[in-house]
């Protein structure tokens, strides 16, 4: 009987390329600021999302401040849904359609 090896299965990852940048879009809020539940039909659309991953152009550009993890404001108009998960929060994005960085400033409590 012969042995079976023990081979790790590789995770499917997704790179982009060009001037691009992955991001998982934050979940549509279900609720308004003041407290208000909406109905299941009708959601606040978010542009906001997490870079998961950077291309290797932007990472060597130093006219795009953006990093894996950062929080961005993004325009979906040119995104790209990448059909990878089941809920479909992944978007390849031209980094020209990231508007705004979310950045902490430091405190001077230091």
Known sequence: MAKQKNTPSKLEVVEPLGARVLIRKDEDKKQTKSGIHLPDKIE??????????????VAND???????????????????????????????????????????EASGDE
């Open 44 to 57: 606040i659309p978010t542009l906001t999302g997490r870079v998961v991953a950077i291309s290797a152009q």
């Open 62 to 104: 130093e006219d795009y401040p953006i990093k894996q993890y950062d929080r961005v404001l993004f325009n979906p108009k040119h995104g790209v849904p990448v059909d990878f998960e089941g809920d479909n929060r992944l978007y390849v994005i031209p980094v020209e359609d990231v508007v705004a960085v979310f950045r902490r």
